[in-house]
Nanobody, 121 residues
Framework: QLQLQESEGGSVEAGGSLSLSCKMTGSTPSTYCMAWFRQAPGKEREGLVFHRPSGQTNYADSVKGRFTFSRDKERLYLEMNGLKPNDTAVYYC?????????????????WGQGTQVTVSS
């Protein structure tokens, strides 16, 4: 059983940067597919990036070139640059014990509790 917990989010002005982390406990994360999602008020959940155990990492077009995924043995990270007001959302890390994953949130079994990111204009 894998547990995920995001770090505290924050508030930044447009154009600013923010980094999120997600602590992984309770299982062996090297064989898990991992991802970051977000959900803005009144909108559907949006997949941002997924990372397969093979090392493949893919980004949604909406964040490509601005957001960067990384990980170490204990944490996932999401570095966010060039933030825009429409990046305001609750951000979630997610994982599934499988070699395949994509940006479809329905595939993921494990979720963090979410953390708020607010970008002001």
């Amino acid at each position: 059983q894998l547990q995920l917990q995001e770090s505290e989010g924050g508030s930044v002005e447009a154009g600013g940067s923010l980094s999120l982390s997600c602590k992984m406990t309770g299982s062996t994360p090297s064989t898990y597919c991992m991802a970051w999602f977000r959900q803005a008020p009144g909108k559907e959940r949006e997949g941002l990036v997924f990372h397969r155990p093979s090392g493949q990492t893919n980004y949604a077009d909406s964040v490509k070139g601005r957001f960067t995924f990384s990980r170490d043995k204990e944490r996932l990270y999401l570095e966010m640059n060039g933030l825009k007001p429409n990046d305001t959302a609750v951000y979630y890390c997610a994982a599934i014990g499988h070699f395949y994953c994509d940006l479809n949130g329905a595939r993921y079994t494990y979720w963090g509790q979410g953390t708020q990111v607010t970008v002001s204009s």
